[in-house]
């Protein structure tokens, strides 16, 4: 599949890319070259090399978007110099955005779906870290109002993704992690008297949990909370972190009510290059309305022409991924999201019942319910290999199948999850699971262990 092409020969040189003297070194790796070279050998030179990445299509470890239309392909060429920040330059890209954000408020019902704030960002992980910030601003301004301290300020939640570590660390909030009880694929009600105290800026939950796929219950951890509020007085706001969940409940679950239904959701972060099936670089924040956004978190520009308010982590950024996301809200609809997600949820579903029928494996999320994947574990007291035994053997075929053990308290259960997304059809999936059983096979006591490929051991 490289692209070899021949260049025109100019001035005599090689003409042949692997007949010229750059294709005849090792590249340079640790300092500049000092010389120009011909960008049609620069190219395929680097292009080869990249064929050494993985096949982003057999990566079923990433949530995020691998499949894109050769409209979205255009659009993202057409954007390469877009400023996402310079919004007097690019008025229409601004526009565009805040289309986005009117459109996403009205997607998770937002009461003030029109005038509500919010944000493009990089990537779920910048939107995670604003909308912790306005839940410490918000705390904050509410603690030194009644004269009481406010320098010890925590976040409760539970197995949630590293940026949430990270919004702890790099902002001075102490993580409270709710450790997972047996059997439980995430935070659990119940639990969060135990954590909640008057220095607890919010709940986060989690709408997608990213070790077991499962949803946590957003309406019944609000419940909670009321409770909680009823006792002690303490009102705690929650931000559902959707960064998955947030593109396929409104499609797959418009039943489940997790979102700005609920009075206590004060702010939702989504990834548009997850399941919102916009290309790698985008991601939402949006706050229940405009009172939810401190005001002195947002700072106003001049430089660039016009005041434009920013809050943003970042300060210049594509703006293609936002063009490409509202392309994709235009081109889907809903019924092209949700005939989307449905088919990945048939094909999830598919996959669970061959993993069930092999024999070795137990299914700790089926696909049915929240998002379009499988996750699952080997059988009590199951001998004779291992997951990552078996995570090796797949990568041979090219599949890349994580193994990883969950997070406090059930350490020791090691679970494989796969996930199915925009552009991975059954077929596909099939030959996975062909090759899943292929693998057994080999891994099998008294296997040789290669029968198809002589020579191989591990
Ligand atoms: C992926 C993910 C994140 C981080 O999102 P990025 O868009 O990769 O920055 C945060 N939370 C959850 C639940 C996730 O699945």
Redesign the pocket.
Known sequence: MALHEVSAGDGGGPDDVFASSLSERVLPKDRLPEGQSDPKVVYNLLHDELLLDGNSAQNLAT??TTFSSDEVRRLMAESLDKNMVDKDEYPQTAEIESRCVRMLADLWNSPQERTTMGCST?????A?MLGGLALKWRWRKKREAEGKPADRPNLVCGP??V?WEKFARYFDVELRQVPLEPGATGLRPHQLAHYVDENTIGVVA?L???FTCDYEPVAEIAKALDAIQMNTGLDVPIHV?A??GGFVAPFAQPDLVWDFRLDRVASINA?G??YGLAPLGV?WVVWRSADLLPEDLIFRVDYLGGNMPTFALNFSRPGGEVIAQYFTFLRLGREGYRRVHQACAGTARYLAGRIAEMGPFELLYDGDGALPAVSYTLKEGHRGFTLYDLTEQLRTRGWQVPSYPLPANRERTVIQRVLVRHGIGRDEIALLADDIERSLKRLAPGSTGAPERPGFHH
């Open positions: 949530f995020c990089t990537g779920s992980s910048e995670a949630v993704q940026c989690i997608g949990v990213t972190d960064a998955s990834s290059h997850k991601g």
